[in-house]
């Protein structure tokens, strides 16, 4: 079956520091990539995404990059703030039905700690 | 946006009540709309897809007896959970489907704590 992986955390970063979370996954066929943020008491939210291979999702500052090749999808922000601190989600849909938002699994979340 | 309200935010119930948990969409219509679980320090299982006016498709593992899902509406669906125990402790997130766009919008989940 599909899953994701995601580097464990919590992460915690100074300002302007640069932002890497790392995210693997195993899925078959040709699966769409996301990347959902969830701040302190509220839902997630979609914050990029991916649907094939080299296709890089940005958003914010924030990137990552469909990588076939090595299954991953990686979060990248050259420099964060501290509004960026929130739990961060990798997700991939198996595309069933012709949507690129059917059924998603999740990895497991990244806490992520930004100081001034 | 899209907003995806859940109700109640918290809730703490006996050992053996039901309790019952809605996720509304409102500002859109969702024809489909899913149910996660999440475990503290764990990632978001999907329970089960909920589809406007026809069964719930429950993920393998899940009980459907226990966990009853109704979606009457294109904005509301509703998940009760029946004759609660503390292993149902968690943390429940709603997803809608926005037919329009086609994007999944999520609502702020509902702490559930059965003592």
């Known amino acids: 079956g599909n899953s994701v992986t995601q580097m464990e955390g919590p992460v915690t970063l100074s300002e302007e520091a640069f932002l890497t979370i790392n995210c693997t996954y195993t899925a078959t066929g040709y699966p769409s990539l996301f990347w959902y943020v969830q701040y302190p008491g509220e839902g997630l939210q979609l914050l990029l995404k991916a649907t094939k291979a080299d296709d890089k999702g940005s958003n914010k500052g924030f990137e990552a990059t469909y990588r076939k090749e090595t299954t991953s999808f990686h979060l990248e922000k050259g420099s964060v703030q501290v509004s960026d601190s929130a739990v961060y989600f990798c997700?991939?849909?198996?595309?069933?039905?012709?949507?690129?938002?059917?059924?998603?699994?999740f990895g497991q979340g990244t806490i992520l700690t930004v100081h001034p | 946006g899209a907003v995806v309200s859940q109700h109640p935010s918290r809730v703490i119930c006996k050992s053996g009540t039901s309790v019952k948990i809605e996720c509304r969409s409102l500002?859109?219509?969702?024809?489909?709309m899913f149910w996660y679980r999440q475990f503290p320090k764990q990632s978001l299982m999907l329970m089960a897809t909920?589809?406007?006016?026809?069964?719930?498709?429950?993920e393998q593992g899940v009980e459907k007896d226990k966990f009853l899902i109704n979606h009457a509406s294109l904005t509301l669906s509703t998940l009760t959970v029946t004759s609660a125990h503390p292993e149902d402790s968690s943390f429940y997130i709603c997803s809608a489907r926005f037919i329009s766009t086609d994007k999944q919008y999520f609502g702020p989940g509902t702490r559930l704590t059965v003592l």
């Open positions: 500002d859109f219509q969702a024809t489909t």
């Open positions: 997700a991939l849909s198996d595309g069933a039905g012709g949507t690129s938002y059917g059924k998603l699994t």
């Open positions: 909920s589809n406007e006016g026809s069964k719930a498709t429950y």
